[in-house]
């Protein structure tokens, strides 16, 4: 089983400020990684897949890089509404799955 | 666009099944660009992958959890479903169902999720 490690699991920013997250996997992915956001009470939202690509109307301050054990996500500006958790998950392993155990973002 | 809708019981007996029930509308299950999937969270906890399934019936599911899950397909309904035996308060999370596009491999469109507490 591939596992995936975030850092830190909690960041204390303000707004307008840029956020950095990781994401390391046990073993190589390749570019296989996502990045998603939950906020209290819903369901996570995709932002990123394949490592850098962001989904459909994911706005252009939140960008995703790296490959094989090391990942990045960067809100380059956060805005109110960017504080929640993050989330990452691997399909480098197919068909196993796994999700990262996220950070949290929080308001300084 | 898609949407998915989990229901089912929101309270299990311990060492009785949990089943829930993923509703899905925008599209077909039959669809071979999505598989179709299970995640699970539990109270303040992070998100765990339960599994999968493709519309040819072909399932994948988290070893940790195999031996106890039963994933399955309805398309006459349009609507996959989730089997979990043998349940402790261990399995007592939010359960979403959601899709999997088949090739960024990442779950693009979410159920709202269900809340399921196992409890006597």
């Known amino acids: 089983e591939i596992v995936l490690a975030q850092s830190p699991a909690t960041l204390s920013l303000s707004p307008g400020e840029r956020a950095t997250l990781s994401c390391r996997a046990s073993?190589?992915?390749?570019?296989?990684l996502a990045w998603y956001q939950q906020k209290p009470g819903q369901a996570p939202r995709l932002l990123i897949y394949?490592?850098?690509n962001r989904a459909t109307g994911i706005p252009a301050r939140f960008s995703g890089s790296g490959s094989g054990t090391d990942f990045t996500l960067t809100i380059s500006s956060l805005e109110p509404e960017d504080f929640a958790v993050y989330y990452c998950q691997q399909r480098g392993n197919w068909p196993q799955l796994t999700f990262g155990g996220g950070t949290k973002v929080e308001i300084k | 666009q898609l949407q998915l809708q989990e229901s089912g019981p929101g309270l299990v007996r311990p060492s009785e099944t949990l089943s829930l029930t993923c509703a899905v509308s925008g599209d077909s299950i039959s669809n071979s660009f999505y598989y179709w999937g299970w995640i699970r969270q539990p109270p303040g906890k992070g998100l765990e992958w339960i599994g999968n399934i493709y519309h040819t019936g072909s399932t994948y599911k988290n070893p940790s959890l195999e031996s106890r899950v039963t994933i399955s397909l309805d398309t006459s309904k349009n609507q996959f479903s989730l089997n979990l035996n043998s349940v402790t308060a261990a399995d007592t999370a939010v359960y979403y169902c959601a899709s999997l596009e088949r090739f960024s491999g990442a779950f693009d469109f979410w159920g709202q999720g269900t809340v399921v507490i196992v409890s006597s």
């Open positions: 394949d490592a850098s």
């Open positions: 073993q190589s992915v390749s570019s296989y």
